[in-house]
C-alpha cells in the first residue's frame, strides 16, 4: 500500500522568511542514518523521484508517495545545511486494515538502491541513473561532465566511500569528508566499465581463488586481483616465444660425408665395366681415398608467415551499464 507525508507540497521559509529554493529532501529507511529509500510521483509506486527530491522556486515541496510504514527524512538547504532531521515519520495513507498508515511496505531489498548497477543493451539516457563510462557527477554547480545536479549527493558519497581515488578521483583532491567535498562543489569520477565485461574480485571476502594472477590485472596503482575496481586482461594478444606450443622444430644442415668400411678404402678414376670385351674386365683404380668430400642434402625448411595479434573474446552483445544515484 502507499501514503504520503504531512510535507508534501507544503513550503519551506528560511530562518529570514525567504522560501528555501532548491532545498533537498532526502529519504531513508528508518532505523538507518543513509540507506535511500524510493519515493514515487504515483500511488502505484511505479514511476521513482529522484533521491533527494528538490523544492522548487518557492519552495514548495513537491508531492510524492511512499510504501506504508515508517521513514527516515531530512531536509536541507541547497548547500547542505540541515534544516530538520526526523529519523521516523510515519507514512499516512490506507493500509491493509484500511486504517491509518502502519504495517507492511515494499521491501527496500527488492528496491534498487545508490550505487546499484545494471545492464541494458542500449544506449539511452535513464531517469535515476548514471553512466559508468569515467565521467563526472557533482552539485549543481560543480561544473561534472555527465551530471551536475544535487541528486547526485549519495551516489558521490557512496563512491567516495567505496572507491579508493585513483579509481573515483576528486577534483582538487579529497577533503575531510565526502559530504564536504560535495558541498564543496567537487566532481568525482565513476567507474569506468567501458568495453569491460564484470568479474569477480579473487577472494570476494574469503581465501583467494587463485585463478586472477597478479600480471593479469593491468589498472596500475597498486591494483591485485583482490582489489575492487581494477581491471585487466586483454582483447588481442600476440603470443611471444615462450607462449609458443611445444613441438616446433628447427633444422641445421650442416653437410656430411660418408666413410668407408673398417680397413678399406672407395676406389675412384677408372674403375668400372668396359663392355667393349667380353666377360667383366675391370679398368684398374687410378686413387683410392679414405672419405668422400662433404656435400649439402638441400633440404631446407620455411616457416609460416605469422606473428600478428589473435582474437581473445568470447562472443558478445554490446549495452550500457548504468549506477543508481
Known amino acids: 500500500m502507499a501514503g504520503t507525508l504531512n510535507i508534501a507540497l507544503t513550503q519551506q521559509f528560511d530562518i529570514d522568511g525567504n ?17 535511500p529509500q524510493n519515493a514515487y510521483q504515483d500511488f502505484g509506486l511505479t514511476l521513482p523521484l ?12 513537491p508531492m510524492f508517495y511512499l510504501a506504508d510504514g515508517q521513514i527516515h527524512v531530512r531536509l536541507t538547504d541547497s548547500t547542505g545545511v540541515v534544516i530538520f532531521d526526523y529519523a521516523t515519520m510515519q507514512v ?26 545494471k545492464w541494458r ?11 559508468a563510462n569515467s565521467t563526472t557527477i557533482g552539485s549543481a554547480t560543480s561544473g561534472a561532465s555527465q551530471r551536475a ?11 567516495w566511500s567505496n572507491f579508493s581515488n585513483a579509481h573515483c578521483p576528486v577534483s582538487g583532491g579529497r577533503g575531510a569528508t565526502a559530504l564536504a567535498d560535495f558541498q564543496a562543489n567537487k566532481t568525482i569520477g565513476l567507474p569506468d566499465l ?6 569477480g ?7 583467494a581463488a587463485g585463478i586472477i594472477q597478479g600480471s593479469n590485472v593491468t589498472s596500475g596503482n597498486g591494483d591485485g586481483p583482490t582489489t575492487p575496481g581494477a581491471s585487466g586482461g586483454e582483447a588481442n594478444h600476440t603470443l611471444t616465444t615462450n607462449e609458443a606450443p611445444q613441438g616446433l622444430h628447427s633444422l641445421s644442415d650442416p653437410g656430411h660425408s660418408h666413410t668407408p668400411p673398417s680397413g678399406g678404402a672407395f676406389l675412384i678414376g677408372n674403375a668400372g665395366f668396359n663392355p667393349g670385351f667380353a666377360g667383366a674386365n675391370l679398368y684398374a683404380p687410378t686413387e683410392e681415398v679414405g672419405n668422400t668430400s662433404q656435400n649439402s642434402t638441400n633440404i ?6 605469422g606473428g600478428g595479434a589473435h582474437n581473445t573474446m568470447q562472443p558478445f552483445t554490446l549495452g550500457t551499464y548504468y549506477i543508481k544515484l
Open 50 to 61: 529522484p533521491n533527494p527530491l528538490a523544492t522548487d522556486q518557492f519552495g514548495r515541496i
Open 194 to 199: 567501458r568495453a569491460k565485461v564484470p568479474a
Open 149 to 159: 545536479n544535487a541528486d547526485t549527493q549519495n551516489l558521490f558519497v557512496y563512491l
Open 19 to 35: 522560501p528555501l529554493a532548491g532545498a533537498l529532501l532526502y529519504f531513508y529507511q528508518a532505523g538507518t542514518v543513509a540507506t
Open 300 to 305: 631446407s625448411l620455411t616457416d609460416h608467415a
Open 121 to 131: 543493451p542500449t544506449s539511452e539516457t535513464l531517469s535515476g541513473w548514471v553512466k
Open 201 to 207: 574480485l579473487d577472494d570476494m571476502g574469503t581465501t
Open 92 to 117: 499516512i495513507g490506507p493500509s491493509s486494515g484500511g486504517g491509518g498508515g502502519g504495517g507492511g511496505g515494499v521491501d527496500p531489498t527488492t528496491i534498487a538502491a545508490t550505487g546499484d548497477f
